[in-house]
């Protein structure tokens, strides 16, 4: 273990640095493989407590929905991306679409990081629901967005998939990741 280290006299001018900065280079990360890296947001909306059960028909029309592309990392911070009305004070949420076209059915595991909770529907039906809200005890849960929060096993038809994601917020932060731990033979688009 390192002992706490402490600074006394330190002196900071406007431009005296001994260090050029700009010559450090930085190495691109490579996306990890199957990332969803573009999502389509719908506005934000109040949903009921627990799992989102049924959509609501006033959003739209997915297609008219902005398209939003992750970090490299396949983070979306959801608060930057959609703005929440003011009259919604507390608990909202947003739903996240991609399109998945299959080369031949079958099932494949989407991997999912999320905050706060999550309800996933596949062509419509739900499949899967997911609560990782901050809570301090009983039980604990840090409210950190990671992909080993959830996974749902997809059953996916020949062909276009429609995959909606049901983000709510409760506390202290909004955000998404997803990928597919086996990509082959997926298309995937917003």
């Given at each position: 273990m390192e002992p706490p280290s402490s600074f006394a006299k330190v002196v900071v001018r406007p431009g005296e640095v001994d260090y050029d900065f700009s010559?450090?280079?930085q190495t691109p990360v490579a996306p990890l493989h199957g990332l969803v890296t573009r999502f389509r947001f719908s506005p934000a909306f109040a949903p009921a407590e627990g799992p989102v059960l049924d959509l609501p028909a006033t959003l739209?029309?997915?297609d008219a929905w902005p398209v939003v592309a992750a970090s490299p990392s396949g983070l979306v911070l959801i608060g930057r991306e959609v703005t929440v009305p003011k009259e919604i004070r507390r608990r909202y949420a947003t739903v996240a679409s991609f399109h998945v076209n299959a080369t031949e059915a079958g099932v494949k595991r989407l991997r999912l990081g999320?905050?706060?909770e999550v309800s996933v529907y596949l062509n419509g039906q739900i499949l899967f629901y997911g609560d990782q809200h901050y809570s301090f005890n009983f039980p604990r849960?840090?409210?950190l967005i990671h992909l080993d929060q959830g996974s749902v096993y997809?059953?996916?038809k020949k062909g276009d998939n429609e995959i909606r994601l049901v983000v709510s917020e409760v506390f202290g932060g909004w955000g998404l990741i997803a990928q597919f731990l086996d990509p082959s033979g997926l298309e995937i688009e917003p």
């Open positions: 010559k450090l280079s739209g029309g997915a999320f905050s706060d849960q840090e409210g997809l059953p996916l």
